[in-house]
């Protein structure tokens, strides 16, 4: 069974740049979430979507970050425009339902200089 | 948001050595679970708990569900070079809510 996909793997963009980033999940999985991963930390959750449909995007910063899932499998997240502190591993994961268990994949690391 | 808090932050040991490490929380959770990330990698479920005392083995990993519901424990047994990696606790306070994770433990052991 394949994994959960994600590219790219590595990005480097200037600050007020935009980019995206895209995740695959892994096939019949309804809840997709994408977590931000600050050096030295553990993931924090930015968005869950199950199937097509938002779960929870309270800890998103919105003025900046969009996520969308529109045929309720793939998702892209984007960052427009960057700062430097989103230099971060972006994860996105996915699991059979809501909050069961959730399986990474292998992210994709944002340089903002 | 939640903070969890691991200790110790990082561990070099041995091989052959065991190791112990944990994870404690303000808010009582109901579910514990235990991941460890390889360096550029996604992390990789290592064992869940759902119930108050519970032990659970996978292989020569132990984890343990705290009776006050907020910590857990991972013990790994004779370590192994391919043991080295970070290693995070996530906890849930509702089933259906999200899962917080911990700041990590990272685990180096020398041959």
């Known amino acids: 069974e394949a994994g959960v996909a994600q590219s790219p793997r590595y990005k480097i963009i200037e600050k007020r740049q935009s980019v995206a980033f895209w995740c695959n999940p892994i096939?019949?999985?309804?809840?997709l979430y994408w977590y931000q991963q600050i050096l030295g930390q553990g993931p924090k959750l930015l968005i869950q979507?199950?199937?097509?449909?938002?779960?929870?995007d309270s800890q998103l910063p919105k003025d900046r970050f969009s996520a969308e899932r529109l045929k309720g499998v793939d998702s892209t997240l984007k960052i427009q425009p960057a700062k430097l502190e989103d230099s971060a591993v972006y994860l996105c994961?996915?699991?059979?339902?809501?909050?069961?268990?959730?399986?990474f994949g292998p992210g994709t690391r944002l340089t903002v200089l | 948001g939640q903070q969890l808090n691991q200790s110790p932050q990082s561990m070099f040991i041995q091989e052959g050595e065991d190791v112990s490490m944990n994870c404690t929380s303000s808010?009582?959770?109901?579910?514990w679970l235990w991941y460890k990330q390889d360096p550029g990698e996604g992390p990789v479920l290592l064992i869940a708990?759902?119930?108050?005392?519970e032990l659970t083995s996978n292989g020569r990993l132990t984890a343990q569900f705290g009776i006050t519901r907020k910590d857990s424990f991972l013990n790994i047994s004779a370590s192994i070079p391919s043991d080295v990696g970070i290693y995070f606790c996530?906890?849930?306070?509702?089933?259906?809510?999200?899962?917080?994770f911990g700041t990590g433990t990272s685990l180096t052991v020398i041959p």
């Open positions: 708990l759902y119930k108050a005392g």
């Open positions: 996530a906890g849930q306070r509702n089933t259906g809510n999200q899962f917080y």
């Open positions: 096939s019949g999985h309804a809840t």
């Open positions: 994961a996915s699991s059979l339902r809501g909050w069961d268990t959730q399986y």
């Open positions: 808010s009582i959770f109901n579910t």
């Open positions: 979507f199950q199937n097509n449909g938002v779960v929870d």
